[in-house]
């Protein structure tokens, strides 16, 4: 039994998607425990409106909600009775394997280190979305508060992201590449000149060296390894330019009458093509690296987002992915 | 009259599109001279196909070719005949008012700097690429070699891009913004942190703070400032993330009966609203803060692009930017 503790508060349509994707979760696979945090009479009144096993979710109640404009260090000092804070706590003891939330990303971030904490050995815990590609999916690390990191960081990104897209997402031998704006090996900026020899000599990675941002979209790798500000600006843009460029075509089809007929016959099959763009059936964004898992979903989730996340860290926990990190952080301090 | 020397032999498509491109600009606008710098048999070979104003397209004579992946500072030193440093010291000897390549990026930003020369006072001339937006247009400032700017760059980068965007591209007041991963100004990496309250206190730009990258494409600002390697990454990954959709959007088109018949009739609506999202209409990327002007086109430009990259020297020269961007110094060293 995979025990997960879902935020009801935190996200945009918090608490009833986060509430219906937990309910979709434990409805279409078996085997997880789902802890739903939050106000309780607010949950359980959303819940009544569900039909589900009543065995397998459980209301924890928080009191209190960070919201997403706070600062994430105070926040999650003072407000000890938050969603946030009581389900990472759960993680911490122990009661929970994995904490998935919508709720606001810094707290997530601070509390992910402070409360469920780092493995030792893992310098800095990234932030690793999956981003759609023309062949299926990749795993952008890191995404997360870390900026100004060091190359010893981006090593372990690579490390680590490799492990996960290898047991998580099944993915072969993933080739891991790190973000440059040139593909020879004496480009790009100090931090990438210092770590690109550093990931050549990981035998325990398949590094395939630099990828230019233009390639991600193709697929050529399945981990990408980069620094937090240059992880955040290429998924905001990748978020950004695709919903421009969709809503372009849609207002496109609708300037003619002839394109207005046009576009009811191409709807149906475009809107398949465009699916497999869609970030949000693959999840949310795991926080790698600490004791348990810690799931950010995008704070505009709804109920098949959540449920996704939610279903994401079945695999995590029975493939030992800690364990499998554990080990390679291991490895590599006895070579040394 | 203008005077524009074009790289004949620079580009995928070279030379017969950047021939193709100077007799277009020739015959479309007036009050312009073209040098076309090549190997002259070829060029001139290209040019008996086309009609135009003889008197309005010289041939400077160029025997060597810099290949895209030679070192760029090796080469600008020893292919002293070679079209890029034969043009580029056309502008330097005053004989021409700008240069026009689609050849090694490289090369160009090596050769712009030691042959050309920096106005006295620009610290690190940044290459400024227009990309378009949903309203219209953004100058993105830097996506040079500048890697680990400091934050003086920026600031210089910020001035010099809101002068283009004001006098060239005929933008009022135009909005500068910093790539940031947070609208707030305690969020960003040290050179951000850094920069922000610098940029606050111009009084000279309009600055709105920062953009995430999401916003980008929303044309949130008229001038968006950051470092080289975070901006080459955004035009990169602009590239990309568009090429993909629409060639995702055309295949979805295709996969039915009778999707492919919608396909027939929303084509030419599409078509015309995404030639907005065209980045090629607006010409190349000029390399400012040099002693005149040098446009870098893209390697895989068509006459189209060559042509708007030669017009585009026109207000450049007329509106006497160079002149604005060393008063704007000046006026900056005098108040220090």
Redesign the interface.
């Known amino acids: 039994m995979v025990k997960i503790a879902v935020d009801a508060m935190g996200g945009d349509y918090a608490p009833s998607e986060m509430v219906a994707g937990a309910v979709d979760a434990v409805n279409s696979v078996p085997g997880i425990h789902v802890f739903l945090v939050g106000k309780e009479e607010v949950v359980n009144s959303q819940l009544s409106r569900h039909t589900y096993d009543k065995g397998r979710i459980e209301v924890v109640n928080a009191g209190e909600v960070i919201a997403t404009e706070e600062p994430p260090v105070n926040a999650i000092r003072k407000k000890k009775d938050s969603s946030i804070v009581v389900g990472m706590n759960l993680v911490k003891k122990g009661q929970a394997d994995a904490f998935v939330s919508a709720g606001s990303s810094g707290a997530i971030l601070v509390g992910g280190q402070v409360i469920v904490g780092r493995i030792k050995g893992v310098e800095r815990p990234p932030l690793a979305p999956l981003i759609p590609?023309?062949k299926g999916v990749s795993l952008l690390i890191d995404c997360g508060a870390n900026?100004?990191a060091r190359p010893s960081h981006l090593v372990q990104f690579a490390r680590i992201g490799s492990i996960y897209m290898e047991h998580v997402m099944k993915v072969k031998n993933p080739k891991v590449a790190i973000?440059n704006?040139g593909a020879e090996e004496e480009k790009?900026?100090?931090l990438?000149k210092e770590t690109f020899p550093l990931l050549k000599e990981c035998m325990d990675i398949n590094f395939i060296g630099s990828i230019?941002?233009?390639?991600?979209?193709?697929g050529g790798a399945d981990v990408i390894v980069c620094e937090?500000?240059?992880g955040?600006?290429?998924?905001?843009?990748?978020?950004?330019?695709?919903?421009?460029?969709?809503s372009?075509?849609k207002?496109?089809?609708m300037?003619?009458m002839?394109?207005k007929?046009?576009?009811?016959?191409?709807?149906?099959?475009?809107k398949?093509?465009?699916k497999?763009?869609d970030a949000s059936r693959y999840g949310g964004a795991p926080l790698l690296g600490l004791n348990g898992l810690v799931v950010k979903t995008h704070g505009n989730s709804k109920a098949n987002e959540v449920k996704n996340s939610i279903i994401q860290c079945i695999a995590f926990k029975e493939q030992g992915i800690n364990e499998k990190i554990k080990e390679s952080l291991g490895a590599v301090n006895q070579e040394k």
Chains 1, 2 share one sequence.
């Open positions: 590609t023309e900026v100004d973000v704006i790009g900026n100090a990438v230019e941002a233009r390639e991600i979209p193709h937090a500000f240059v955040n600006v290429i998924l905001k843009l990748y978020e950004g330019v695709g919903a421009t460029l969709i372009k075509v207002s496109g089809m300037t003619s002839r394109s007929i046009g576009a009811l016959l191409v709807k149906p099959a475009l398949e093509t465009l497999s763009f």
